[in-house]
C-alpha cells in the first residue's frame, strides 16, 4: 500500500443553527493519523493537543483547533479569537474521545465519499468527511 498524500483541509464555516468545523481528506487513509491522535487523547497521552503541529493541516477562516480532555463528561467546543485569526478549542472526556474514534472507524471503513457529524450542535459542529468535493 502507498502511503497516502496530501492533508486535511480545516473550515470553520457558519451553519444553520450554529458554527461548523469541518475536516476533510481526500483519501481515507489521510484519516488515519487524525484517529490515532484521538486514541491517544482517549487513552491519556495527551491531555491537550494543538491538530495543526501534531498533523498535516490546510486552514481556512481558522487559526488553529486545540483538543483538551477533561475529567467531566462534558462536550464544549467554543471559538476564540486568537492572534492568527479564529481558533477552536474542542474539550471532551476521554470516554467521549474513544465514541469519536468509533465514528471516525466507520468512516474510514466505509467506501465511497461520506461524511460523520462528531459532535452535537452546541457551540460548534464537528464534521469529518472524505471524497465530498474540496
Known amino acids: 500500500m502507498t ?7 480545516v473550515a470553520l464555516c ?3 443553527d450554529c458554527a461548523t468545523l469541518r475536516i476533510h ?6 484519516l488515519r493519523p487524525l484517529l490515532k491522535l ?5 487513552n491519556g497521552q495527551h491531555t491537550t493537543a494543538l491538530l495543526n503541529e501534531l498533523l498535516s493541516m490546510t486552514f481556512d477562516a481558522c487559526s488553529s483547533v486545540t483538543c483538551v480532555v477533561e475529567a467531566v463528561g462534558i462536550e464544549r467546543i467554543e471559538t476564540i479569537e486568537a492572534e492568527a485569526g479564529p481558533a477552536v478549542e474542542w ?13 471516525l472507524e466507520g468512516l474510514i471503513n ?3 465519499p461520506g461524511h460523520q457529524y462528531l459532535t ?3 457551540g460548534v ?5 472524505v471524497g465530498e468535493g474540496a
Do not use: M, Y
Open 110 to 112: 466505509g467506501s465511497g
Open 38 to 42: 484521538f486514541w491517544e487523547l482517549g
Open 91 to 103: 474539550t471532551q472526556s476521554a470516554e467521549q474521545w474513544h465514541d469519536c474514534c468509533g465514528l
Open 120 to 122: 452535537n450542535p452546541n
Open 25 to 30: 481528506a481526500k483519501d481515507r487513509d489521510i
Open 3 to 9: 502511503a497516502p498524500t496530501g492533508n486535511l483541509k
Open 14 to 16: 457558519d451553519g444553520a
Open 125 to 129: 459542529l464537528v464534521v469529518v468527511a
